[in-house]
């Protein structure tokens, strides 16, 4: 049974910052990769960021690089999402995803968070 519990949206402005967390309740946490989604109103869920289980190999779509990382903390079950330099276009519900591999993690995930929403004023 793979939980995960995400944190830290909120509303703010343009050019803000955030920092999205999800912690996961599964054994071996450090064995798998994680990985960030997001869905916009009315549109499909997209890729935003993955973290290979080590940490040392990172992915993300090419709207957010530069703005977004992705990182985590093995000891703490938990990867992160700092979000800088937010724009309009990246309001949505970002999910918490877990899977065994970058690959799986980036296209087909098997585990869902419940979603936390962010939300960016212009």
């Known amino acids: 049974q793979v939980q995960l519990v995400e944190s830290g949206g909120g509303l703010v402005q343009t050019g803000d910052s955030l920092r999205l967390s999800c912690t996961a309740s599964v054994r071996t946490f450090s064995s798998y990769a994680m990985g960030w989604f997001r869905q916009a109103p009315g549109k499909e869920r997209e890729f935003v960021a993955a973290i290979s289980w080590g940490g040392g190999n990172t992915y993300y779509r090419d709207s957010v690089k530069g703005r977004f990382t992705v990182s985590r903390d093995n000891a703490k079950n938990t990867v992160y999402l700092q979000m800088n330099s937010l724009k309009p276009e990246d309001t949505a519900v970002y999910y918490c995803?877990?899977?065994?591999?970058?690959?799986?993690?980036?296209?087909?995930?098997?585990?869902w968070g419940q979603g936390t929403q962010v939300t960016v004023s212009s």
């Open positions: 995803v877990v899977d065994v591999n970058l690959a799986k993690v980036a296209n087909t995930p098997n585990y």
